[in-house]
Antibody, heavy 125, light 108 residues
Framework: QVQLVESGGGLVKPGGSLRLSCAAS????????MSWIRQAPGKGLEWVSY????????YYADSVKGRFTISRDNAKSSLYLQMNSLRADDTAVYYC??????????????????WGQGTLVTVSS | SSELTQDPAVSVALGQTVRITCQGD??????ASWYQQKPGQAPVLVIY???NRPSGIPDRFSGSSSGNTASLIISGAQAEDGADYYC???????????FGGGTKLTVL
């Protein structure tokens, strides 16, 4: 069955860096887009970034652009998020999710069909 | 602010039908997907595309769309349906992704 397991979260000081990992299993990782989504304590979901199956297409939310870098290693079935210049408002649970893009006729649907359990990142001095 | 607008809270009597809505201009071009999240758990996909349910999602969950509004409908709400629900779609640029602010559903 599909499994996504995040790791790498923890406590970091403002201005610091952290690298999150997401280990995927149960599907052909290299065939799928992947994404990072975060959720600040008591808040809603916020999309962070996505990466295409080959890594050739990458987008970021404005809130993390220039500070975060998404990448993947298809040989290791792993997704990464390098987070630099961390701020207090980056404190959140970070989820990796598989992003499905399906087209039926002229209609394309986008959805996150599998999610990891999340890893908590706390930015505090 | 989110480009997808949801009511912050909705309540429904046990066994009744409830509609949770999501409004946004991009919903005229893209279907919304819907996620259920219970406290301390990761979100779970419940509806995607025109009206598709992943395996394991009860058939009391359905989706519909009209104009700039997408709806998640729970027919015969059960106590275990009490949760936060989020809609999701592409944003106005067509490149990025956006979530609605979420709706807290209380089953009375």
């Amino acid at each position: 069955q599909v499994q996504l397991v995040e790791s790498g979260g923890g406590l970091v000081k403002p201005g610091g860096s952290l690298r999150l990992s997401c280990a995927a299993s149960g599907f052909t990782f290299s065939d799928y887009y992947m994404s990072w989504i975060r959720q600040a304590p008591g808040k809603g979901l916020e999309w962070v970034s996505y990466i295409s199956s080959t890594g050739s297409t990458i987008y970021y939310a404005d809130s993390v652009k220039g500070r975060f870098t998404i990448s993947r290693d298809n040989a290791k079935s792993s997704l990464y998020l390098q987070m630099n210049s961390l701020r207090a408002d980056d404190t959140a649970v970070y989820y990796c999710a598989r992003w499905m893009i399906t087209t039926v006729g002229v209609v394309t649907s986008y959805y996150f069909d599998f999610w990891g359990q999340g890893t908590l990142v706390t930015v505090s001095s | 602010s989110s480009e997808l607008t949801q009511d912050p809270a909705v309540s429904v009597a046990l066994g009744q039908t409830v509609r949770i809505t999501c409004q946004g201009d991009r919903l005229r071009s893209y279907y919304a997907s819907w996620y259920q999240q219970k406290p301390g758990q990761a979100p779970v996909l419940v509806i995607y595309g025109k009206n598709n349910r992943p395996s394991g999602i009860p058939d009391r969950f359905s989706g519909s769309s009209s104009g700039n509004t997408a709806s998640l409908i729970i027919s015969g709400a059960q106590a275990e349906d009490g949760a936060d629900y989020y809609c999701n779609s592409r944003d106005s640029s067509g490149a990025d992704v956006v979530f609605g602010g979420g709706t807290k559903l209380t089953v009375l």
